[in-house]
């Protein structure tokens, strides 16, 4: 059964950084698209950034583009995203997040396109 955990989540304050982690297992991820989502209060789950597990194509939502930086450690089985320059409107729970699939990384990025789901970390950026 495939199991996302992730962890680093916390507050900082505007213009600071943080490095979230998620721990991959269950399975082998060859194929496989790895996310980053994050939902504020209020709001639906929004996609952040997408990484091939095979490869390590990148795909960013404009948001965050220039700001977080998504990778992979394919041999720890490990999915990091660093965050830099923070913003008060990136507070949110950020969830790493799994899905199958082969073709083009920019494709199918809604959160209900991806089939595991971590539990979330908080991520809190003060003003």
């Known amino acids: 059964q495939v199991q996302l955990v992730e962890s680093g989540g916390g507050l900082v304050q505007a213009g600071g950084s943080l490095r979230l982690s998620c721990a991959a297992s269950g399975r082998t991820f060859n194929n496989y698209i790895m996310g980053w989502f994050r939902q504020a209060p209020g709001k639906e789950r929004e996609f952040v950034a997408a990484i091939r597990w095979i490869g390590g194509a990148t795909y960013y939502a404009d948001s965050v583009k220039g700001r977080f930086t998504i990778s992979r450690d394919n041999a720890k089985n490990t999915l990091d995203l660093q965050m830099n320059t923070l913003k008060p409107e990136d507070t949110a729970m950020y969830y790493c997040?799994?899905?199958?699939?082969?073709?083009?990384?920019?494709?199918?990025?809604?959160?209900?396109?991806?089939?595991?789901w971590g539990q979330g970390t908080q991520v809190t950026v003060s003003s």
């Open positions: 997040a799994a899905k199958r699939q082969t073709y083009s990384i920019t494709i199918n990025n809604a959160a209900e396109n991806f089939n595991y």
